[in-house]
């Protein structure tokens, strides 16, 4: 597999798959060999690389991994990823379920509409298709409500072409309601012991993201969906530092491409949002919003540049934004600058910059577009 993309460009993303497999490998641990863990890698693997991670994750013993839409489980599929299970974690159409059957996907299922059609498509292929159940204990979103669950459970372990491998929740609070995340527990346990005394067996219970891997043990089950952790992220800054150990996989670095002196009283990018109030060395960098740098950043985010911060002033343009370097004497044309990363002995996490972009960690990842080349610094034997 051909890890680095051609990049004339000075901006890249760098992604450390080592240090994937080593936050992988501290879940592991944390959790117990006999947990199975499922692995998110949709919107390209939270912006990392779809392939380069899931032939990180594979190699470091994931046992399943979570596709966001068809296309993306397809496409790991003809990429050399044939046995290795996928869940397709959304609802589809049913216009999706014959490729979905027909490329061994795991489809999620929360109404017999869906059941019924993958049961139809499976019956025509001659193949037990494997489903997992989505119940709502307070998501929201898609599922059957935990209440009015066991009489879908028992309609579909009644069809022929049908396997339930897998019954399963989400929350959407873990990080700060732990009220609604211990009721969901509570919840989903109960339908669980339901289930039982049916005899309908199902291999996988899950439930735990990777909040609740750190947080909630009683939602481990026997399969957890740790996502941002994996890449070495947590849902707010120090969420994780005094629980589990994780290094931030990804750096976003680019170059200084112009630099000119800007007397008082000049205007910095669109809008003007930006007055020089002295004289001052201004640096441009060739990355922007059409990148996915959120504009939220404009005159308030910070890059490094010779191991110092610098200031983002004016707006975050489509393709480049500009920097007040004039404490910066020795910065020059060709200078690093990291906009996500360590330099020296400062850093800037992501977490710290969806905090100025009043977003999400996820979304600050998930927003850097495939444009940006990435270049990968390979497992090490």
Known sequence: MKHNQLCYRPTFIEVDLNAIRYNFLQIRK??????????????????????????????????YLGAGTVDEAVFLRRNGFRKIPILMLGSVLRSAVEPIISNNITQTVGDMRLARAVDKSAGKMGKKAKVHIKIDTGMGRIGIWHEDAMGLISKISKLNN?????????????DEDSLLTHKQIKDFLSLLQNVNKTGIDIKYRHMANSMAVVDYKSSHMNLIRPGLMVYGLSPRIGAFSDKIHLIPALSLKSKIVFIKDVPPGRKISYGGTHITNSHTRVATIPIGYGDGLNRRLSNKGKVLV???RALIIGMVCMDQF??????????????????????????????EMAQLSDTIPYEV?????????????????
């Open 162 to 174: 049908v396997k339930i491998e897998g019954i399963f929740s989400h929350f959407p609070s873990a």
């Open 322 to 351: 500009m920097l007040d370097i004039s404490h910066i004497d020795s910065a020059k044309i060709g200078d690093e600058v990291v906009i996500i990363g360590k330099q020296n002995k400062l850093s800037i996490s992501v977490e």
């Open 365 to 381: 990842v998930c927003w850097l577009d495939k444009r940006i080349a990435r270049k990968y610094i390979l497992l090490k034997k």
């Open 306 to 308: 010779r191991g110092k």
């Open 30 to 63: 944390h959790v117990g060999k006999d947990t199975a863990i499922l692995v998110p890698i949709k919107a390209n693997a939270y912006g990392h690389g779809m392939l380069e991670t899931c032939e990180t994750l594979v190699r470091s013993g994931v046992d």
